[in-house]
């Protein structure tokens, strides 16, 4: 996780740099180093949408945990417990 954090970091401040030159009007005008640009903004974005699943995925997980949690905790597991003795007497 460390090296992910790094790599994290360093684009920040990378988009941060390319943001403010862009902004000053400073330009790339080698097209093989804006073909590589565009392709990793497409890598980017393939991960920036993992991640955002990823994190979907584990708050659903935690949702079903916490609801699961609850009804155990509750209620219905008495009412539930409760209905069942009196069924099998």
Request: with cysteine; glycine share 4%.
């Amino acid at each position: 996780m460390a090296n992910f954090d790094r790599i994290a970091d360093d684009l920040e401040h990378f988009a941060a740099v390319i943001n403010t030159q862009a902004h000053r009007g400073y330009a790339i005008n080698d097209g093989e180093i804006l073909a590589k640009l565009s392709e990793a903004v497409r890598l980017l974005d393939e991960v920036s949408e993992d991640l955002c699943n990823a994190q979907e995925e584990d708050e659903a997980r935690q949702d079903t945990e916490a609801d699961l949690n609850q009804w155990l905790n509750g209620d219905a597991v008495r009412a539930s417990l409760a209905s069942l003795s009196a069924y099998k007497r």
